[in-house]
Nanobody, 119 residues
């Protein structure tokens, strides 16, 4: 059973900060990439940030300069530091992992954590 444990969501005022974390509880191996997507009702899930096993990262244009993704390979955990949050950052944020489970490379998702930014 896949277990990606997310934490850190919540409600914050515009300009504030939050830190999301996502821990792989151990069922996914040979992790290639870890990242975060977000989704608002009625819209497609969109990439926020992603980081590879070598440390290369990519960000959505809308969060560049405000968000920072990092990972702790020893803890199999990915973090998203979100600064200068804006109301348009309000969404459900999903952890994403590309890795191997039962011998197969596949994409895996966390359960989602709500981030609400008030104006």
């Amino acid at each position: 059973q896949v277990q990606l444990v997310e934490s850190g969501g919540g409600t914050v005022q515009a300009g504030g900060s939050l830190r999301l974390s996502c821990a792989n509880a151990g069922s996914i191996f040979s992790i290639n990439a870890m990242g975060w997507y977000r989704q608002v009702p009625g819209k497609q899930r969109e990439l926020v940030a992603i980081i590879t096993s070598s440390g290369s990262s990519n960000y959505a244009d809308s969060v560049k300069g405000r968000f920072a993704i990092s990972r702790d390979n020893a803890k199999s955990t990915v973090y998203l530091e979100m600064n200068n949050l804006k109301p348009e950052d309000t969404a459900v944020y999903y952890c994403y992992v590309l890795g191997v489970r039962v011998g197969k490379m596949d994409s895996y998702w966390g359960q989602g954590t709500q981030v609400t930014v008030s104006s």
